[in-house]
């Protein structure tokens, strides 16, 4: 039987999406859709309980120029509709926030699951880490600090991306 109750946000999910509320100044919304991953003007949209997808689109936010922060998409479109510099400068910052994950994650001291970066093949942009760790050093290192906790909470390590969509929304008890 199914339950009318909402659904439990994970430890790691509510810590997280508290920090990149405050900075970001978007609302969350909860998606369950996976295969459309905009995040409309003021909102940020990823499933329930996906952290990585969390933390993935707050990259997205830190590594978009600052006039495009507040558009649709933190100024990314879609594929079809790219010119080729376009397309380059998209690549480049899904290359950029692969390094970023990758540092946050390591300072938490948590294997982050296959995502989106992966397909980029950031690692074969090592050049892009220096500048990649330049936006990551815009925010205080209290707020990083904040961020690499949540990432060690049940739940961290949790992405859509890797994951079956029959898997999702998942509660806290099978992330615990």
Not at 88 to 113: F, H, N, P, T
Not at 138 to 151: F, G, N, P
Request: charged letters at 30%; glycine letters at 4%.
């Amino acid at each position: 039987m199914k339950s009318d109750a909402p659904p439990i946000q994970t430890p790691a999910f509510t810590a997280l999406l508290a920090v990149i509320e405050r900075l970001t100044a978007r609302a969350y919304v909860a998606t369950q859709c996976f295969n459309d991953w905009r995040s409309p003007r003021g909102k940020i949209c990823v499933p329930l309980n996906d952290a990585e997808g969390l933390l993935h689109e707050f990259c997205h936010w830190l590594v978009a120029d600052v006039v495009a922060r507040d558009s649709d998409d933190y100024g990314l479109d879609a594929d079809d509709e790219l010119t080729a510099r376009q397309r380059q400068k998209q690549e480049r910052q899904e290359k950029m926030c692969g390094w970023i994950e990758d540092a946050l994650y390591s300072r938490a001291g948590v294997s982050r699951k296959y995502s989106s970066v992966d397909e980029s093949d950031y690692l074969s942009s090592p050049s892009l880490k220096r500048s990649s760790m330049f936006h990551l050093s815009k925010i205080s290192e209290e707020d990083q600090r904040l961020i690499t906790e949540a990432l060690r909470l049940p739940g961290g390590c949790a992405c859509a991306y890797s994951d079956t969509q029959s898997e999702w929304p998942f509660t806290m008890r099978d992330h615990i």
